[in-house]
């Protein structure tokens, strides 16, 4: 089993930077794939970033790219989420995710995590 901690969310306002982090314990996720996702109030959880296990493939949502960066320190069992200029409509709980089911290969469809934490708020203001 796989437990997985977010944290680093908060309020900030439009074209601030957030840095959110994943930690991730009972096992090391050094070889699974994680992704970050987010829902806001009313629509489905949404696809945000991806990264393969070694950190060498990173896939981004449309609506991020170029502002958001995925990372990950393998030695500290950590995923990052690194959030640039940020919008209102980034405005969500985001939550992270692993899986093994893609043998260590992004995904950005959430039907391929097994593992999920529990969000943490990320609130823009205009």
């Known amino acids: 089993q796989v437990q997985l901690v977010e944290s680093g969310g908060g309020l900030v306002q439009a074209g601030g930077s957030l840095r959110l982090s994943c930690a991730a314990s009972?096992?090391?996720?050094?070889?699974?794939?994680m992704g970050w996702f987010r829902q806001a109030p009313g629509k489905e959880r949404e696809f945000v970033a991806a990264?393969?296990?070694?950190?060498?493939?990173?896939y981004y949502a449309d609506s991020v790219k170029g502002r958001f960066t995925i990372s990950r320190d393998n030695a500290k069992n950590t995923v990052y989420l690194q959030m640039n200029s940020l919008k209102p409509e980034d405005t969500a709980v985001y939550y992270c995710?692993?899986?093994?089911?893609?043998?260590?290969?992004?995904?950005?469809?959430?039907?391929?995590?097994?593992?999920w934490g529990q969000g943490t708020q990320v609130t823009v203001s205009s």
């Open positions: 009972g096992r090391t996720i050094s070889y699974y794939a």
């Open positions: 990264i393969s296990w070694s950190g060498g493939s990173t």
């Open positions: 995710a692993a899986t093994m089911k893609t043998y260590g290969s992004a995904s950005s469809s959430r039907l391929q995590y097994d593992y």
